[in-house]
């Protein structure tokens, strides 16, 4: 596998790719998560391109981008529908006193 040239990745032109799945997933700058997503869209990028390199000995700028832009956006899915699964088993601890309205039962 060639390695990663970081500078290629982290470069501005890059991030627009990142934002742009962003948005496509209706995050914007002022959302709670955006800042996390964006770095966790960059290490997709990263790995995206390492993975292209590794499948494919043609190097076009264009499909490289339309192949990074798509496995980054179903990337940010995945770690979207982890987090929700993961807020899903923690809030279950809290239901109880919540719905009851008083103070949660000990036994």
Same mark, same amino acid.
């Given at each position: 596998?060639? @390695?990663?040239?970081?500078?290629?990745?982290?470069?501005?032109?890059?991030?627009? %790719?990142?934002?742009?799945?962003?948005?496509?997933?209706? /995050?914007? @700058?002022?959302? @709670? &998560?955006?800042?996390? /997503?964006? %770095?966790?869209?960059?290490?997709?990028?990263?790995?995206?391109?390492?993975?292209?390199?590794?499948?494919?000995?043609?190097?076009?700028?264009?499909?490289?981008?339309?192949?990074?832009?798509?496995?980054? $956006?179903?990337? /940010?899915?995945?770690? &979207?529908? $982890?987090?929700?699964?993961?807020?899903?088993?923690?809030?279950?601890?809290?239901? @109880?006193?919540?719905?009851?309205?008083?103070?949660?039962?000990?036994?």
């Amino acid at each position: 596998m060639k @390695p990663v040239h970081f500078e290629y990745v982290l470069s501005s032109s890059r991030e627009r %790719v990142i934002h742009a799945a962003l948005h496509r997933l209706h /995050l914007t @700058p002022g959302s @709670p &998560l955006y800042e996390d /997503l964006f %770095v966790e869209g960059q290490l997709l990028f990263a790995a995206a391109y390492a993975d292209y390199c590794a499948r494919f000995t043609a190097q076009d700028e264009h499909q490289i981008i339309m192949y990074a832009s798509q496995r980054i $956006r179903w990337g /940010l899915i995945d770690y &979207l529908r $982890r987090e929700r699964r993961h807020q899903k088993t923690v809030n279950y601890g809290l239901i @109880p006193a919540a719905v009851g309205g008083g103070a949660a039962r000990t036994w």
